[in-house]
């Protein structure tokens, strides 16, 4: 099919991976979204399925529910997603006016569509496009849940990390654009396979590392791992809204061979919240892990997959107790390495019962306590060739920051301050001088090759 710039192209999906009747396809959405739960995020980024719908649709649903919260305020979707019919190098736009779907015509957005074309890298073509699935589906969903927007349609091919994120910074905009990422996980495995490798790339991208995202585990690898990167560079946290595959949906009767689906959200870590709910549900987990401690002298197990989503998420915590004011004790994680509520019970026995600067905590003790829960972002390095440096780049009453160095003998030190730090030491030369204390280096002085890192916790008691 040929294609010109004042073209549109027609929906090549209509009557096959969705309703081509209007009224049915309103119907179909309608239904998924009615039935999905509804996640408490703010997204800047969504990675979301593209297959048939019968298949993959329940997991668009939920990945695409927190848009109608924000849907007055999204004005531009960047869109990008692997091609299947036609091979594309690195990147291919189209040059169409606007994509059709039975629910009518969505218009590309010109002035970013003009940035891409004038990217390394891009080229532009519409045969790729014309047969290609991957974009077309999502926007039925995207033009029920938000109305009127423009989009940026991108096919990733082998492009590396670096080259997507490089496209990404030029196309991130603001609160009026969202970037959308298409993607299935794993193909044609039986049933436990594909949890196993998709529960693998889970972890992967509530990690936020494009590296650990194997090539048999998602289909828009090339494009989600550029999308990890630049969470990576701009503190988002991500979380998974829905997992599952096409024997949990559609495909019941046949699990030997299916194909795994997931939806997650990026949202900016200093406006990431988990719902009330949850957060009293870690508080609780926190009081009970203490509880369990005092009684059994050892640390509880957490059955994580008896949680939400949300809460089995790789992030990493601290859990600070206080008693009538003061410090009791504090211990955590700086990097995640099991889910969000193990992650809070194993630090709560540990703030309890292993600080060594304080003794054990006590039964008589216990209804003094307040128990505090910090989840910590991904730690972003910090500018540290001098003290004065480092000085210079804190964030007040904002930064927790993690020292890395070695000592006059060569031993490895570290140091970590959670945000509350700055209330009791706000001048930023005292943080770093009792940061450099607690790291077990000398206050005065900058260590040869120190390393610095900052990150935004979200605390709750």
């Not at 795994?260 to 957060?279: I, N, T």
Request: net charge neutral; hydrophobic share 40%.
């Amino acid at each position: 099919m040929s294609l010109t710039a004042s073209s549109v192209r027609p929906a090549a999906l209509a009557g096959a991976f969705y309703p081509a009747e209007p009224s049915a396809l309103r119907a179909m959405i309608s239904d998924f979204i009615e039935r999905a739960p509804l996640h408490q995020v703010t997204p800047k980024a969504l990675v979301s399925p593209h297959a048939g719908y019968i298949y993959s649709g329940p997991i668009a649903a939920t990945t695409l529910k927190p848009l109608l919260a924000r849907a007055e305020h999204i004005r531009r979707v960047i869109m990008l997603g692997p091609p299947h019919r036609m091979p594309v190098r690195r990147f291919c736009v189209p040059s169409v006016r606007a994509f059709a779907t039975p629910l009518g015509e969505v218009q590309l957005d010109p002035k970013f569509m003009a940035i891409v074309r004038e990217h390394p890298g891009v080229i532009v073509d519409d045969a790729p496009h014309v047969q290609e699935h991957c974009l077309e589906t999502q926007l039925p969903f995207l033009q029920q849940v938000l109305g009127a927007f423009t989009i940026v349609p991108i096919l990733v091919g082998g492009a590396s990390a670096d080259e997507v994120t490089a496209l990404l910074s030029r196309l991130w905009g603001g609160d009026e654009t969202l970037i959308l990422i298409s993607s299935d996980l794993s193909h044609y495995h039986d049933y436990s396979r594909t949890q196993t490798l998709d529960e693998a790339a889970r972890r992967a991208i509530e990690t936020l590392r494009p590296d650990q995202l194997g090539e048999e585990q998602a289909c828009g690898r090339h494009a989600l791992r550029g999308l990890l990167a630049r969470a990576a560079e701009l503190d988002l946290r991500a979380t998974t809204l829905d997992l599952r595959n096409s024997g949990d949906t559609a495909g019941h009767a046949n699990r030997d061979r299916v194909v795994g689906y997931g939806g997650w959200s990026f949202e900016y870590a200093a406006q990431a919240r988990l719902a009330d709910r949850e957060r009293q549900q870690l508080a609780n987990v926190a009081r009970q892990a203490i509880s369990l401690g005092l009684k059994h002298g050892r640390a509880a197990k957490v059955s994580a997959h008896t949680f939400s989503r949300t809460l089995q998420a790789m992030l990493a915590t601290f859990v600070t107790l206080t008693l009538d004011g003061r410090l009791r004790g504090c211990i955590g994680s700086v990097v995640p390495h099991e889910p969000l509520v193990a992650d809070v019970a194993t630090n709560a026995y540990k703030a309890a019962f292993q600080d060594p600067r304080f003794p054990n905590l006590t039964q008589a003790e216990v209804s003094r306590l307040d128990v505090s829960v910090s989840i910590l972002s991904h730690p972003r390095p910090m500018e540290s060739s001098s003290e004065a440096q480092a000085i210079d780049a804190l964030n007040p009453e904002v930064d927790g920051v993690i020292l890395e160095a070695r000592d006059p003998q060569g031993q490895a030190r570290r140091g970590l301050f959670l945000p509350h730090v700055w209330h009791e030491l706000p001048d930023p030369r005292q943080f770093m001088k009792h940061l450099k204390a607690k790291a077990g280096l000398s206050p005065d002085g900058w260590p040869q090759g120190a390393r610095l890192w900052r990150y935004r916790t979200e605390t709750f008691h």
